[in-house]
């Protein structure tokens, strides 16, 4: 049986800590934070931050200055970007020859409040073109109350600009409407009315770049049955994991993920990153797997591990995890990502949210993203498979349904 915490895992938590303790942002609260996307003891995770600290062990520092020059880069050019944006709205709204729409009169009174002496090229432009106005339509406009859905709209885009923010900037009309009728706040929202203020609003979801990379194989016959048949579904959780490698670019070289499904409740139950692709790179991510379901006390045994037919999978050093928890391997055919669908759509959706949004500078820089992302996705993040909640939200469900069952 798996140590309730691994050498790997407790390395990796001190890292994080250390990374986050160093950038005055992300500082405060550092210790109870990673705790909790590791599922880790804060007491324990603190101990092991002292002890690491009283050792004189210096903590790696290249990310976090790196992450400062990405903090200001990303500040200018959000600046500048603001700047065009005032340049061009202002050549386009008073330029002698700009080009009026038939929407121009409604959209006058959001403008910025301007004078009569302002207003009154703009009148002259429009007096040539279908979208013709008096002065005083203007004043009516902009001195109308809004109507009850217009200020009911804009409460809602504010909600949903919240919840899209809040979540990685991925959310597509399905999630949207889920949590905000899952909030209450504004009572039943109907589905096509957060589609239009997404469309309103310029919300738009992520989407999946369809790639497959190629892994090594193990040899047909060092690989056991495929007890899975393409067939995912499982009542409770605990019963089948799926497992997967995936790679991911950065300046430094290559970088590789690996991650531990659980196929009734979507939690990522392990993972790890790390810089290359030996055995230890999935066995470190099934050890905190097993940790992790010790330590919350719920057994294992028989519990199917699906996986593709990867050397790392196929490794003695994995086979003997398996079988000290008594955890029964299950392998895909050779080629086939459809044996592993399940895991490799959580690689796309990993690449798709995270990965593919940006240019990674190191391996540091991945590993304290991608344990804020993992935390983010097992406790916030809604999942339609299992009823439009977080997977550890559908993890408690399940276990009470199988307790009442049992």
């Known amino acids: 049986m798996p140590s309730k915490y691994t050498p790997e895992l407790k390395a990796r938590a001190i890292e994080l800590v250390l990374h986050a303790q160093g950038d005055p942002d992300t500082a405060r ?42 903090r200001r880069l990303r500040k200018e050019l959000a600046e500048s970007q603001r700047a065009n944006e005032i340049l061009k709205k202002a050549s386009a709204f008073f330029a002698a020859d700009a080009r009026a729409t038939h929407t121009s009169s409604r959209r006058l009174h959001r403008r910025q409040p301007c004078s009569l002496r302002g207003l009154a090229p703009i009148i002259r432009v429009l007096s040539d073109t279908p979208a013709r106005i008096a002065v005083s339509t203007y004043y009516a406009v902009k001195s109308r109350p ?56 310029g919300l738009r979801g992520i989407r999946r770049r369809v790639k497959k990379p190629a892994t090594r194989s193990a040899d047909a016959d060092e690989c056991p049955d495929d007890l899975v048949d393409r067939d995912f579904d499982v009542e409770f959780p605990n019963m089948l994991w799926v497992a997967d490698i995936t790679y991911i670019p950065t300046r430094a070289g290559w970088v590789y993920a690996a991650f531990v499904l659980d196929a009734a409740t979507r939690e990522i139950v392990g ?20 940790s992790a379901r010790l330590r919350a006390g719920q057994d294992v045994s028989g519990l199917i591990h699906h996986s ?46 995270l990965i593919d949004r940006r240019t990674w500078p190191a391996l540091t820089d991945v590993i304290v993203e991608t344990s804020k992302w993992v935390g983010w996705y097992n406790t916030r993040r809604l999942h ?12 408690r469900q399940l276990l009470d349904k199988q307790a009442v069952a049992a």
Not at 271 to 290: P, Y
């Open 271 to 290: 993972w790890q990153v790390t810089n290359h692709l030996r055995a230890s790179l999935a066995r470190d991510a099934l050890d905190m797997a097993l």
């Open 29 to 70: 609260g550092a210790v109870s934070r990673i705790a909790d996307e590791l599922n880790i003891s804060r007491e324990t995770l603190r101990i092991w931050v002292r002890t690491h600290k009283e050792s004189g062990m210096s903590a790696p520092t290249e990310s976090v200055d790196l992450e400062a020059e990405n």
């Open 308 to 353: 593709d037919r990867g050397v790392q999978y196929r490794s003695v050093a994995y086979g003997k995890s398996l079988a000290d928890s008594k955890v029964v391997a299950s392998v895909g055919s050779k080629g086939d990502s459809y044996d592993n669908a399940m895991a490799e759509a959580l690689n796309s959706v990993f690449k798709a949210e």
């Open 146 to 201: 809004a109507s009850a859905r217009s200020v009911q709209d804009d409460e809602v885009a504010a909600a949903l600009h919240c919840i899209y923010a809040d979540n990685y900037s991925c959310y597509g009309a399905r999630k949207l409407w889920a949590e905000i009728n899952r909030e209450g706040t504004f009572g039943h929202v109907a589905r096509c009315t957060v589609e239009r203020i997404m469309g309103r609003e």
């Open 384 to 395: 339609s498979a299992v009823g439009y909640v977080p997977p550890v939200q559908a993890h």
